[in-house]
């Protein structure tokens, strides 16, 4: 079970941290990733992490140099910080996780994910 945290309101130019912890086992044997789903528009990918949290990350096109992916496995937790918001970041947020074959398993594609959190609302305003 995966459980969201940490949107919020914020000016543009703001930063947030997400927050997704995972309960259960094995933690570390998940590759996890974030995606967002603006109003009227379809879910898209964010960033995805190796089930080490090494260097193998991935980052859309659209986030990349402002948004980190980390993850602890020890707190069975990955974080998003987002920073140099901008209004076309407002959406709902959501972790997933899939159960990683190896440690470059690093899928962008939300149906290749098998586990869901439940969303937290990140709103970004002018």
């Known amino acids: 079970q995966l459980q969201a945290s940490g949107g919020g309101l914020v000016q543009a130019g703001g930063s947030l941290r997400l927050s997704c912890a995972a309960s259960?086992?094995?933690?570390?044997?998940?590759?996890m990733g974030w995606f967002r789903q603006a109003p009227g528009k379809e879910r898209e990918f964010a960033a995805s992490i190796s089930r080490s949290g090494g260097r193998n990350k991935i980052y859309a096109d659209s986030v990349k140099g402002r948004f980190t992916i980390s993850r602890d496995n020890a707190k069975n937790t990955v974080y998003l910080q987002m920073n140099s918001l901008k209004p076309e970041d407002t959406a709902i947020y959501y972790c997933?996780?899939?159960?990683?074959?190896?440690?470059?398993?690093?899928?962008?594609?939300?149906?290749?994910?098998?586990?869901w959190g439940q969303g937290t609302l990140v709103t970004v305003s002018n």
């Open positions: 259960g086992r094995a933690f570390n044997q998940y590759t």
């Open positions: 997933a996780g899939d159960y990683a074959r190896n440690e470059f398993y690093i899928p962008m594609l939300a149906q290749e994910y098998g586990y």
